[in-house]
């Protein structure tokens, strides 16, 4: 059998050969194209016996702020495994490694575990973004205890530091941080009497984690 090829069908070949050198070390074009033909085959026959059925996706439980693989797939491969978190002048971060998934409308807040609603941080960018989300909801707790306290007089209970050093340390793993690292940094802090409060905590433990 002979075919006449052009020239970004014979790149094409050279390219396939150089990837199998091991698989086919003579290199021989015959072999080569049969095993991509073997490939093209499989392929084709999958999808027509597959066509139109999208693949059964696991459901994740309403709520539930497990990502799921399909989702990390996705988001991984749209954001180039790369940080997507971009500066004021439009800069890309380009840190590729230690990456999480994060919700960019906030889990917390009732931001869906979606392709759509998912993106890649790394560490310091997602602290960053956490102290965001944190500043925010401590001003809307300000909010709150301001509409309490003019509701009744009586001055709120203050939250024992426990608690404080609590939450501090399951947001921090939220974020993605090492349990060990998290709680090592809740009791730097306390060493370091900072103010037993939820933003000061949250403050200087991701000082601490994120030099
Ligand atoms: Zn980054």
Same mark, same amino acid.
């Given at each position: 059998?002979?075919?006449?090829?052009?020239?970004?069908?014979?790149?094409?070949?050279?390219?396939?050969?150089?990837?199998? *050198?091991?698989? #086919? /070390?003579?290199?021989?074009?015959?072999?080569?194209? =049969?095993?991509?033909? +073997?490939?093209?085959?499989?392929?084709?026959t999958k999808r027509r016996s597959g066509a139109g059925k999208p693949r059964k996706r696991?459901?994740?439980?309403?709520? *539930?702020?497990? #990502? /799921?693989?399909?989702?990390?797939?996705?988001?991984? =491969?749209?954001?180039? +495994?790369?940080?997507?978190?971009?500066?004021?002048?439009?800069?890309?971060?380009?840190?590729?490694?230690?990456?999480?998934?994060?919700?960019?409308?906030?889990?917390?807040?009732?931001?869906?575990?979606?392709?759509?609603?998912?993106?890649?941080?790394?560490?310091?960018?997602?602290?960053?973004?956490?102290r965001q989300v944190f500043g925010d909801e401590h001003i809307q707790n300000k909010i709150?205890?301001?509409?309490?306290?003019?509701?009744q007089s009586a001055p709120p209970a203050p939250t024992p530091n426990h608690d404080v050093?609590?939450?501090?340390?399951?947001?921090?793993?939220?974020?993605?941080?090492?349990?060990?690292?998290?709680?090592?940094?809740?009791?730097?802090?306390?060493?370091?009497?900072?103010?037993?409060?939820?933003?000061?905590?949250?403050?200087?433990?991701?000082?601490?984690?994120?030099?």
């Amino acid at each position: 059998m002979e075919l006449t090829a052009g020239v970004a069908f014979r790149d094409k070949l050279e390219q396939a050969s150089a990837l199998l *050198s091991h698989k #086919v /070390p003579n290199g021989d074009p015959a072999t080569i194209l =049969e095993l991509a033909l +073997d490939l093209l085959i499989e392929r084709e026959t999958k999808r027509r016996s597959g066509a139109g059925k999208p693949r059964k996706r696991r459901e994740t439980k309403p709520g *539930s702020r497990h #990502v /799921p693989v399909e989702v990390q797939r996705a988001v991984r =491969e749209r954001d180039g +495994d790369q940080c997507t978190f971009s500066d004021a002048e439009g800069r890309r971060c380009s840190a590729k490694r230690f990456l999480t998934i994060e919700h960019v409308d906030p889990f917390a807040k009732g931001g869906p575990t979606t392709v759509d609603n998912c993106c890649l941080l790394c560490r310091p960018h997602n602290a960053h973004r956490a102290r965001q989300v944190f500043g925010d909801e401590h001003i809307q707790n300000k909010i709150s205890e301001a509409r309490a306290n003019r509701r009744q007089s009586a001055p709120p209970a203050p939250t024992p530091n426990h608690d404080v050093s609590e939450k501090v340390l399951g947001a921090l793993v939220r974020m993605g941080f090492k349990r060990a690292d998290a709680r090592r940094a809740v009791e730097q802090a306390r060493v370091r009497e900072v103010e037993p409060l939820l933003e000061p905590m949250l403050r200087a433990t991701l000082a601490i984690l994120t030099p």
